[in-house]
């Protein structure tokens, strides 16, 4: 590669979701030429464009054809990659890296632990990266993964793989059947809206988890289960400690309850240990305290349209100058990507306060106040 020539990135699988996040991203934040190819889009590059000119190949195809797309590239390229880096951000690496192997390139594995983000970067997410084969590229991975600012995580494929088993498998195959359990019991007692009143912080991140995924494109939650070797191992262990459980609890003896105690909660408490413990159980509670602040509704939702330093500082400064107290505030990303910031105020705070609060972020052009 040449170190002072900025290299073109081809995307094959370009018009998904995350083919298009990633084009984004390399283009506005990397400034990179990009060039596209997808089936499903006619207006992209053809093929051989992408091989003539590109120096990475970035594949961003489903998981169950990523392997038989590489390797119809490997063919096609037949020998022009040598000296390239060919990349892929499949959530299973085994298959998809040995395809890449499979060419003269060299191959990085990646993998965000996330749907594409509203936000310009990775900043705050995972992101699994399997170095299969690296050399002359290593300072523009390097490069490429400081401008993500995921935290990234250095695994093998086969271990990426079967982690993924548990990380992915199992926790969406587990909401999943608690939506189905759900979809069961729910029109006795008045669906979903009659349950959320009587909501647990945990009900509320369960169901929110399996809102999550019901919302998004089935085929990938499709393919996290098929595509990946090691599930059905994983979800045939969860079936089965949930059959245990149930038969335990339908028993109802003493003897049932002293094997739940055991099997259940003390083993399960060895087995996390300590720290593990008492991390997740902070964790736990910081989220139970974010669901509590965004539950409450004596709010304001304010974007700041100017984005500067000294922006949000000027926002506050407007609530002091009117002696408002802010009990909560927390910052979120809409599905365009604008920053809103949602403050929360004691339950006592004068109306009219908030009134002139409201009418001088509006006269001072510091911020909006979004309705509601």
Known sequence: MNSHTPPIVGIIGSAGA??????????????????????????TSHEDVLLEQCDVLLFS?????TPAVIRHWVARSAGREAGRLWLDVTSVKVAPIEAMLGSRAEVVGLHPMTAPPKA????????????ARLSAWRPWVAQLLASLEADCVRVTPAHHDRAMALVQSMVHASHLAQAGVLRGQMPQLGGLEGLMPLRSASFEMDTAIAARILSL??????DIQFGNPHSAEVLQQLA???GRMAALVADGGEEARRAFREEYLAAGRTAFGKSSLEAGNYTFERLGYLLADLADTHTLSIHLPDDRPGSLRALLHVFERHNVSIASLHSSRTQQGEVHFRLGFNSG??????????????????GRVLPG
């Open 18 to 43: 995350y083919g298009r996040w990633l084009r984004a991203f390399l283009n506005d934040r990397m400034g990179l030429q990009v060039l596209g190819h997808d089936p499903a889009d006619p207006s």
């Open 120 to 131: 310009p970067s990775l900043r705050g997410r995972v992101l699994a990266v399997c170095e």
């Open 349 to 366: 705070t004068p109306q009219e306060r908030l009134d002139a609060v409201v009418l001088a972020l509006e006269m001072e052009r510091i």
């Open 240 to 242: 089965s400690q949930l």
């Open 217 to 222: 494109n089935p085929a990938i939650y499709e």
């Open 61 to 65: 195809a489903p998981i169950r054809q």
